[in-house]
């Protein structure tokens, strides 16, 4: 049973658009939320994370969007470029736990 | 400051040998884990490990599957009798355990294992 669930599969945007990807989760307990970028044969790599005491986060191009009653949080990448063309996962995890909970992935193109 | 390593890049094992795949955690990190990443699909947890200590290895199959972290060495996953599902991508993860980034979890290359 998969304790975060991201969508979509897959998404192709223009360079220059904004790509949203969305995440949910069932379990209350979790308390950090990292996304993570993957080049194919590399491993992932962190790129933003938030906690729940804040609703947004921004780095650069890279935003979290955070919804703690609903359970859903968002990632959404401004003015989208080629080198974005990766493939993008969400996760979970309870402070004391370590252990991440994945999202299936979003495979992002960007078409110059 | 080196990241977290992995070695092999790239294994090939016929069914029914054994497979040993090493990881040696960024500098300062004291906490190692182990996740396996099957085609088009998210990482799935394996193991969780501090020196010398199994901390949660609920992810692990019950059979074939063991790892490892030793006060000296990198850690260790090791899979005893491989069998064609076992191919699959594994990645291991570091942290630093302390601190306010104390569950920033870091990944290396990882290993792609491919049993023929």
């Known amino acids: 049973q998969q304790q975060v669930k991201q969508s979509p599969q897959s998404l192709i945007v223009q360079k220059g658009g904004i790509s949203i990807i969305n995440c949910a989760y069932e379990?209350?307990?979790?308390?950090?939320f990292p996304w993570y970028q993957q080049f194919p044969g590399k491993g992932p790599a962190l790129l933003i994370a938030?906690?729940?005491?804040?609703s947004e986060k921004k780095e650069g191009r890279f935003t979290i969007s955070f919804n703690k009653s609903a359970k859903q949080f968002s990632l959404h990448i401004m003015d989208s470029q080629p080198g974005d063309s990766a493939t993008y996962f969400c996760a979970a995890s309870i402070a004391n736990d370590y252990k991440l909970s994945f999202g299936a992935g979003t495979t992002v193109t960007v078409r110059a | 400051n080196a990241g977290v390593m992995q070695n092999p890049r790239h294994l090939v094992r016929r069914r029914g040998q054994e497979a040993r795949l090493r990881c040696s955690p960024m500098?300062?990190?004291?906490?190692v884990y182990w996740y396996r990443q099957l085609p088009e699909e998210g990482l799935k947890f394996m193991v969780y490990?501090?020196?010398?200590?199994?901390?949660?290895e609920s992810g692990m199959p019950k059979e074939r599957f063991s790892a490892e972290f030793p006060k000296e060495g990198p850690s260790i996953l090791r899979i005893q009798q491989v069998v064609r599902g076992d191919s699959a991508a594994y990645f291991c993860?570091?942290?630093?355990?302390?601190?306010?980034?104390?569950?920033?979890?870091?990944f290396g290359q990882g290993t792609r294992l491919t049993v023929v």
């Open positions: 379990n209350t307990a979790f308390d950090y």
């Open positions: 500098k300062g990190h004291s906490h």
């Open positions: 490990l501090q020196k010398e200590n199994i901390i949660d």
């Open positions: 938030i906690r729940p005491d804040v």
């Open positions: 993860a570091s942290s630093p355990g302390q601190g306010k980034k104390k569950t920033e979890a870091f």
